[in-house]
């Protein structure tokens, strides 16, 4: 029996990114506010359709680029200050999740150094970094006495996913330094950490375990005075991809 592609309903697929990172020492994603119809006026995660032509990495890597100007990190390349980390997430296909038509959504993670005010693009009236807890908000206002109001879609869920991601891939892996610049402090390093668990970490204790993990630092043979004070020894990232022992996250 031939295959006939008539006799199946047919349906679209998009890539929706949570774009990370820690500004002002808290975590924060990339929203934009949809400029079209549907929930047009709402905050949402950047993201778009599939083209024909493109597999699924290739559609987020397309999507961060446009809509941040970041390039997809290579692991096996030296650290870039536009390069952003970027691993699928989970895929989403709720038959109602788009007014539309029947949409599956392969969402994808990105992490990357405190970043500049975004650009809107595409069908985006706007575009700005918020705080993660601000997003997830159900009912109340947000900044400027905004009412919050939930993200379109089932974008709360995602981002909600990409955050639990983030939080726990710190624990056993050098994700962590994707929020880093390529050359850091340790001081930095637990200011991701904190940002990310919103826990607040002993410096000692935190600068013990991160230097005596081995492959997670690596001394650049450098200082830097721009967090004031004394000196601070300058570090980069290991080859090291899990971490022996974790850095367990506090319990709160």
């Known amino acids: 029996m031939s295959y006939d592609p008539s006799a199946f309903p047919p349906f679209a697929v998009t890539v929706d990114l949570v774009v990370l990172t820690v500004r002002r020492h808290a ?78 959504s392969v969402a994808h993670l990105a992490l990357a150094p405190d970043l500049p005010a975004p650009r809107a693009g595409g069908d985006a009236s706007n575009a700005r970094w918020a705080q993660v807890d601000e997003l997830l908000q159900q009912a109340g206002y947000g900044r400027g006495d905004e009412p919050v109001v939930p993200l379109a879609f089932d974008h709360a869920r995602i981002l909600a996913d990409g955050v639990e991601r983030a939080r726990s891939k710190i624990e056993y892996s050098s994700l962590a330094t994707a929020f880093c610049p390529p050359e850091f402090t340790v001081g930095e390093l637990r200011r991701v950490y904190e940002a990310v668990w919103g826990v607040a970490l002993d410096p000692r204790n935190f600068h013990r375990k991160v230097t ?19 000196p601070a020894q300058l570090f980069r990232a290991g080859g090291a991809t899990l971490l022996n022992p974790p850095m367990l996250r506090p319990e709160v």
Do not use: I
């Open 27 to 104: 975590l924060c994603a990339l929203a934009v506010r949809r400029g079209e119809p549907p929930f047009q006026g709402r905050w949402a995660l950047p993201g778009g359709f599939v083209r024909a032509d493109e597999d699924l990495s290739q559609a987020a890597a397309r999507e961060l680029a446009e809509e941040t100007g970041l390039r997809v990190h290579d692991p096996a390349a030296p650290a870039q200050a536009d390069g952003a980390h970027l691993e699928q997430l989970a895929t989403y296909g709720d038959p109602k999740r788009d007014p539309r038509m029947r949409v599956v």
């Open 212 to 230: 005596g993990t081995p492959g997670f630092l690596v001394p650049t043979g450098g200082t830097t005075t721009r967090q004031g004070g004394r």
